[in-house]
C-alpha cells in the first residue's frame, strides 16, 4: 500500500514557477514508477510527465515539454514536477500517480496509487 500526498501548488500569474512535491508513504518507494498528471474545470484528466523507478526513463505530454521537469528522490520518498514558463492552460488540480511495475507510462490505467491533488491556478 502506498500513500501519496502532493504539496506545493497555488496561484501564480503567467510566466512564473511552481514546483509541487509528491511525498509517498511506505518502504518501497523506489521500486515505483511515478506520473503527475491533470484535470482541468470540466475537462478529463490527462498524462502531464512520468519518471521510472531509476530515474532513466521519463516522459511529457507534448503541452509540457520544455517548460516542465519531473524529477525523484528516493531518498526522501518524493517526486517532484518543477513548473516553469507557467500559462493559464496549466490551471488544473495535479496529482501524482504510482505504479508497481516501475514504469515511465503516460496511460492512466497502470497506476495502482492515486493523490489526493494540489490546485494550480495561473492568471494571466
Known amino acids: 500500500q502506498v500513500q501519496l500526498v502532493e504539496s506545493g501548488g497555488g496561484l501564480v500569474q503567467a510566466g512564473g514557477s511552481l514546483r509541487l512535491s509528491c511525498a509517498a508513504s511506505?518502504?518501497?518507494?523506489?521500486?515505483?514508477?511515478m506520473g503527475w498528471f491533470r484535470q482541468a474545470p470540466g475537462k478529463e484528466r490527462e498524462f502531464v510527465a512520468s519518471i521510472n523507478r531509476s530515474s532513466r526513463s521519463t516522459d511529457y505530454a507534448d503541452s509540457v515539454k520544455g517548460r516542465f521537469t519531473i524529477s525523484r528522490d528516493n531518498a526522501r520518498s518524493t517526486v517532484y514536477l518543477q513548473m516553469s514558463s507557467l500559462k493559464p492552460e496549466d490551471t488544473a488540480v495535479y496529482y501524482c500517480?504510482?505504479?508497481?511495475?516501475?514504469?515511465?507510462?503516460?496511460?492512466?490505467?497502470?497506476?495502482?496509487?492515486w493523490g489526493q491533488g494540489t490546485q494550480v491556478t495561473v492568471s494571466s
Open positions: 500517480a504510482a505504479n508497481a511495475g516501475g514504469y515511465s507510462y503516460y496511460r492512466q490505467t497502470p497506476y495502482d496509487y
Open positions: 511506505g518502504r518501497t518507494f523506489s521500486s515505483y514508477g
